[in-house]
């Protein structure tokens, strides 16, 4: 008996201790990169931070509308939104699809070099930069705050179209005062790469465009003068990088038709938007976006008038040698 009190007191006293054992809440979150295989190539998501967003306020419908299809989903507007870059390994290639925000949309972006380095990989490494289009939350990050390249010995590629548009003087003097910062960042951001004679252009094409073995640009012109998504494709794996053809996805799945304010044609955007849905969701691929929650990386299928998002299963790959 007298032993069996003993124990009580002891599993007592250890109860308490636990009972005071909690630290102070931690905050945070895991680096943000996500890896999976694609054939023999290995892509790397980079989260870049997220924003919250006044999705009521940017989707050109009604905010009642807006709203109530986010509750559908349990969530509300302002949201905080993913800004997600991605990086392909092809074997001879580094390549870097978008390049986050840097410090042009506040603190909780910027973050995509810390979480490349976190993956493994250092930004001296990339090969290739691919831009799918030049507003600030893809190509911020190519310079650092004194404008230098993050990415020094990177050719950095985009669709001429798309560089003509944005880093035309003329244009960034007749654009309407909210506009301007955009040419700003769009400029500021390229500036140390065209310097360098490392921005090279392509001629977007809707059937592709080459650019390294295993990687093509896609014209998918509307949210911006040259838009691009860019597909990688190895062993009969493929996932189509889509940058901003698509912003929130539990409104532009069901409704695809609904456009953003932020498009510079939204009449080109949508009909980009529904042939690219259509496509993936046909054939099967992998899509990654850019402000799909991190990774953002699925595939679709049809659902009634719209599609369903299907979040990639999480995978971890075996590691290095094995
Ligand atoms: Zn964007």
Redesign the pocket.
Known sequence: MRLLLALFAAVAVAASTLAHAAGPQQKGQAPGWYRMPLGDFEVTALSDGTVALPWHTIMKAPAARIQAMLAQQYLKSPLETS?NGYLVNTGSKLVLIDAGAAGLFGPTLGKLVAHLKASGYQPEQVDEVYITHL?G??AGGLADAEGKAVFPNAVVRLDAKEAAFWLDAANASKAPAEMKSAFVGAQRSMKPYVDAGRMKTFDGLAEGVELVPGVRALAARGHTPGHTVYAVESQGAKMVVW??LM?LAAVQFPQPDIAVQFDSDSKAAVPQRKKAYADAAKKGYYVAV??ISFPGIGQLRPDGKGYRWLPAPYTVPAPAGK
């Open positions: 800004v507003h939350d893809h940058g901003d912003h850019a402000h």
